[in-house]
Protein backbone atom coordinates (compact mmCIF):
# COMPACT_ATOMS: atom_id res chain seq x y z
CA UNK A 1 0.00 0.00 0.00
CA UNK A 2 2.69 2.63 0.79
CA UNK A 3 4.31 1.68 -2.53
CA UNK A 4 1.51 2.12 -4.10
CA UNK A 5 1.36 5.35 -2.45
CA UNK A 6 5.07 6.65 -3.29
CA UNK A 7 4.22 5.74 -6.75
CA UNK A 8 1.02 7.68 -7.32
CA UNK A 9 2.69 10.94 -5.97
CA UNK A 10 5.59 10.33 -8.66
CA UNK A 11 3.05 9.90 -11.49
CA UNK A 12 1.34 12.96 -10.35
CA UNK A 13 4.68 14.73 -9.35
CA UNK A 14 3.88 17.98 -12.13
CA UNK A 15 0.27 18.33 -9.92
CA UNK A 16 1.79 18.61 -6.75
CA UNK A 17 4.78 20.60 -7.86
CA UNK A 18 4.67 22.23 -10.35
CA UNK A 19 0.85 23.49 -10.34
CA UNK A 20 0.57 23.91 -6.67
CA UNK A 21 4.45 25.01 -6.59
CA UNK A 22 4.97 22.73 -3.66
CA UNK A 23 8.88 23.51 -2.97
CA UNK A 24 10.77 20.50 -3.18
CA UNK A 25 11.70 19.52 0.27
CA UNK A 26 11.54 16.78 2.81
CA UNK A 27 8.21 18.66 4.76
CA UNK A 28 6.26 18.45 1.69
CA UNK A 29 7.74 15.18 0.99
CA UNK A 30 6.46 14.34 4.64
CA UNK A 31 3.23 16.07 4.21
CA UNK A 32 2.10 14.79 0.76
CA UNK A 33 2.99 11.27 1.85
CA UNK A 34 0.55 11.59 5.12
CA UNK A 35 -2.09 12.93 3.32
CA UNK A 36 -2.46 10.21 1.02
CA UNK A 37 -1.82 7.83 4.26
CA UNK A 38 -5.12 10.01 6.55
CA UNK A 39 -6.92 9.32 3.28
CA UNK A 40 -6.98 5.48 3.25
CA UNK A 41 -6.42 5.32 7.29
CA UNK A 42 -10.22 5.32 7.78
CA UNK A 43 -11.10 2.62 5.52
CA UNK A 44 -8.59 0.49 7.16
CA UNK A 45 -10.08 1.46 11.00
CA UNK A 46 -13.50 0.44 9.37
CA UNK A 47 -12.82 -2.89 8.53
CA UNK A 48 -14.27 -5.87 10.68
CA UNK A 49 -12.84 -6.24 13.97
CA UNK A 50 -11.41 -10.25 13.02
CA UNK A 51 -8.50 -11.65 14.00
CA UNK A 52 -5.69 -11.40 11.48
CA UNK A 53 -3.94 -14.68 10.27
CA UNK A 54 -0.41 -14.72 11.68
CA UNK A 55 0.38 -15.91 8.33
CA UNK A 56 -1.45 -13.12 6.37
CA UNK A 57 1.03 -10.21 4.26
CA UNK A 58 -0.58 -7.35 5.72
CA UNK A 59 0.47 -3.59 3.79
CA UNK A 60 4.07 -4.32 2.99
CA UNK A 61 6.87 -2.31 3.59
CA UNK A 62 9.60 -1.15 0.39
CA UNK A 63 11.24 -3.64 -0.79
CA UNK A 64 14.80 -4.17 1.10
CA UNK A 65 17.66 -2.06 -1.00
CA UNK A 66 14.90 0.11 -2.83
CA UNK A 67 14.57 3.66 -2.60
CA UNK A 68 13.27 5.10 0.57
CA UNK A 69 13.87 1.72 2.23
CA UNK A 70 14.81 1.64 5.73
CA UNK A 71 16.56 -1.83 6.58
CA UNK A 72 17.24 -0.86 10.59
CA UNK A 73 14.59 1.99 11.82
CA UNK A 74 15.71 3.81 15.04
CA UNK A 75 12.16 5.53 14.77
CA UNK A 76 10.14 4.53 17.11
CA UNK A 77 6.66 3.34 15.60
CA UNK A 78 4.16 6.57 16.19
CA UNK A 79 2.46 6.88 19.92
CA UNK A 80 -0.81 6.83 20.40
CA UNK A 81 -2.84 9.81 19.62
CA UNK A 82 -6.13 11.25 20.79
CA UNK A 83 -7.79 10.80 17.73
CA UNK A 84 -8.29 7.37 16.35
CA UNK A 85 -5.80 7.42 13.38
CA UNK A 86 -4.08 4.45 14.29
CA UNK A 87 -1.82 3.60 17.07
CA UNK A 88 2.29 2.84 16.55
CA UNK A 89 3.75 -0.17 18.99
CA UNK A 90 7.73 -0.86 19.02
CA UNK A 91 6.73 -4.57 18.49
CA UNK A 92 6.19 -5.89 14.90
CA UNK A 93 5.19 -9.56 13.79
CA UNK A 94 2.78 -11.85 15.54
CA UNK A 95 2.51 -9.26 17.69
CA UNK A 96 0.68 -6.69 15.75
CA UNK A 97 -0.80 -9.40 13.39
CA UNK A 98 -2.44 -11.24 16.35
CA UNK A 99 -4.44 -7.51 16.94
CA UNK A 100 -8.18 -7.20 14.90
CA UNK A 101 -7.71 -6.31 12.00
CA UNK A 102 -9.12 -2.82 11.99
CA UNK A 103 -6.41 -1.99 14.53
CA UNK A 104 -3.39 -4.37 12.67
CA UNK A 105 -3.80 -2.79 9.54
CA UNK A 106 -3.64 1.17 10.38
CA UNK A 107 -0.58 -0.22 12.88
CA UNK A 108 0.95 -1.55 10.11
CA UNK A 109 0.76 1.54 7.35
CA UNK A 110 1.71 3.72 9.90
CA UNK A 111 4.93 2.11 10.77
CA UNK A 112 5.99 1.61 6.63
CA UNK A 113 5.06 5.03 6.62
CA UNK A 114 7.43 6.45 9.51
CA UNK A 115 9.75 3.84 7.90
CA UNK A 116 9.79 5.58 4.73
CA UNK A 117 9.90 9.14 6.33
CA UNK A 118 12.91 8.16 8.21
CA UNK A 119 14.83 7.13 5.24
CA UNK A 120 14.05 10.11 2.93
CA UNK A 121 15.28 12.26 6.33
CA UNK A 122 18.42 10.29 6.72
CA UNK A 123 19.01 10.73 2.58
CA UNK A 124 18.19 14.85 3.72
CA UNK A 125 20.22 15.42 6.58
CA UNK A 126 23.44 13.17 5.28
CA UNK A 127 24.85 10.01 6.93
CA UNK A 128 26.86 11.72 8.97
CA UNK A 129 23.77 13.34 11.20
CA UNK A 130 23.72 12.12 14.69
CA UNK A 131 21.09 9.78 15.71
CA UNK A 132 19.51 12.33 18.38
CA UNK A 133 19.28 14.94 15.81
CA UNK A 134 17.17 12.30 13.80
CA UNK A 135 14.91 11.34 16.64
CA UNK A 136 14.36 14.63 17.43
CA UNK A 137 13.00 15.39 13.25
CA UNK A 138 11.48 12.04 14.04
CA UNK A 139 9.17 12.82 17.13
CA UNK A 140 8.18 16.59 15.22
CA UNK A 141 7.03 14.40 12.40
CA UNK A 142 5.25 12.32 14.92
CA UNK A 143 3.61 15.35 16.39
CA UNK A 144 2.71 16.89 12.91
CA UNK A 145 1.17 13.31 12.13
CA UNK A 146 -1.37 13.61 15.22
CA UNK A 147 -2.32 16.68 14.80
CA UNK A 148 -3.39 16.45 11.12
CA UNK A 149 -4.89 13.28 11.74
CA UNK A 150 -7.12 14.81 14.53
CA UNK A 151 -7.95 17.93 12.58
CA UNK A 152 -8.92 15.23 9.25
CA UNK A 153 -11.16 13.18 11.65
CA UNK A 154 -13.16 16.68 12.87
CA UNK A 155 -13.96 16.89 9.11
CA UNK A 156 -14.84 13.29 9.02
CA UNK A 157 -17.17 13.66 11.99
CA UNK A 158 -18.76 16.80 10.36
CA UNK A 159 -19.00 14.74 7.07
CA UNK A 160 -20.79 12.10 9.09
CA UNK A 161 -23.11 14.54 11.13
CA UNK A 162 -26.90 14.05 11.60
CA UNK A 163 -26.72 17.93 11.94
CA UNK A 164 -27.44 19.81 8.24
CA UNK A 165 -25.35 22.68 9.95
CA UNK A 166 -22.17 20.61 10.82
CA UNK A 167 -22.77 18.35 7.24
CA UNK A 168 -22.80 21.87 5.14
CA UNK A 169 -19.60 23.24 6.40
CA UNK A 170 -17.46 20.06 6.79
CA UNK A 171 -16.01 20.86 2.83
CA UNK A 172 -15.02 24.42 4.07
CA UNK A 173 -13.34 22.62 6.95
CA UNK A 174 -11.83 20.06 4.71
CA UNK A 175 -10.31 22.82 2.57
CA UNK A 176 -8.82 24.83 5.64
CA UNK A 177 -7.45 21.55 7.03
CA UNK A 178 -5.45 21.30 3.32
CA UNK A 179 -4.50 25.02 3.33
CA UNK A 180 -2.97 24.77 6.66
CA UNK A 181 -1.45 20.87 6.34
CA UNK A 182 -0.16 20.61 2.85
CA UNK A 183 -0.23 24.08 1.36
CA UNK A 184 1.37 25.75 3.95
CA UNK A 185 -1.22 28.64 5.20
CA UNK A 186 -0.29 30.65 1.68
CA UNK A 187 -2.62 33.87 1.84
CA UNK A 188 -2.21 34.69 5.48
CA UNK A 189 -0.22 37.80 4.14
CA UNK A 190 -1.85 40.65 2.17
CA UNK A 191 -0.07 39.78 -1.74
CA UNK A 192 2.09 41.98 -3.01
CA UNK A 193 1.31 43.65 -6.69
CA UNK A 194 1.15 40.81 -9.22
CA UNK A 195 0.52 38.20 -6.96
CA UNK A 196 -2.85 38.21 -7.25
CA UNK A 197 -3.17 35.90 -9.95
CA UNK A 198 -1.22 33.11 -7.75
CA UNK A 199 -3.51 33.80 -4.73
CA UNK A 200 -6.21 32.95 -6.94
CA UNK A 201 -4.54 30.00 -8.76
CA UNK A 202 -4.15 28.49 -5.34
CA UNK A 203 -7.66 28.64 -4.30
CA UNK A 204 -8.25 26.28 -7.60
CA UNK A 205 -5.72 24.24 -7.01
CA UNK A 206 -7.00 23.92 -3.38
CA UNK A 207 -10.94 22.60 -4.83
CA UNK A 208 -9.01 20.07 -6.73
CA UNK A 209 -7.42 18.67 -3.69
CA UNK A 210 -10.85 18.99 -1.77
CA UNK A 211 -12.23 16.84 -4.30
CA UNK A 212 -9.36 14.65 -4.99
CA UNK A 213 -9.81 13.73 -1.02
CA UNK A 214 -13.48 13.21 -1.24
CA UNK A 215 -13.09 11.10 -4.43
CA UNK A 216 -10.29 8.74 -3.30
CA UNK A 217 -12.29 8.42 0.23
CA UNK A 218 -15.38 7.51 -1.45
CA UNK A 219 -13.75 4.97 -4.35
CA UNK A 220 -12.08 3.16 -0.99
CA UNK A 221 -15.34 2.85 0.85
CA UNK A 222 -16.66 1.21 -2.53
CA UNK A 223 -13.96 -1.23 -2.16
CA UNK A 224 -14.57 -4.68 -0.39
CA UNK A 225 -13.44 -5.67 2.98
CA UNK A 226 -11.84 -9.06 1.16
CA UNK A 227 -9.87 -7.09 -1.13
CA UNK A 228 -8.66 -4.57 1.24
CA UNK A 229 -7.68 -7.20 3.60
CA UNK A 230 -5.46 -8.56 0.66
CA UNK A 231 -4.00 -5.42 -0.48
CA UNK A 232 -6.07 -5.03 -3.29
CA UNK A 233 -7.40 -1.14 -3.03
CA UNK A 234 -6.64 -0.55 -6.90
CA UNK A 235 -5.03 2.73 -8.58
CA UNK A 236 -4.99 5.89 -6.81
CA UNK A 237 -6.65 8.40 -8.89
CA UNK A 238 -5.02 11.87 -10.90
CA UNK A 239 -5.83 14.98 -8.00
CA UNK A 240 -6.31 16.95 -11.55
CA UNK A 241 -8.17 16.10 -14.31
Same mark, same amino acid.
Given at each position: ?V??? +?? !????????WY? $?CT?P??? $???? $??HL???????PRLR???A????T???????????A?????A !? !???S????????????G????A?? %????H #?S??? #??? $???????E %?E??QV?????????????M? /?M? /?????????L???L??T?????? =????????LA???W??????????????? /???S /????GE?? #???????R????R??R?S?A? +????NI? =???????
Amino acid at each position: MVRGI +VE !SIERDRAFWYD $QCTLPPTY $QTFF $QLHLLYILILLPRLRALPAATASTEHPIPEPLDPGAPGASPA !S !STPSPASSGSESGSGSGGGGTAVL %SKPLH #ESYPT #ELL $QHFFELAE %SEMRQVLGRGERERVVRKYMD /EMG /EQWRGAGAGLDYVLGLTGSEEVA =ERAKADSELASWVWRNLLGSRGLTVPSEG /EGKS /EETMGENL #ELVVRFVRREMARLDRISDAD +VINGNIG =EWGAPAP
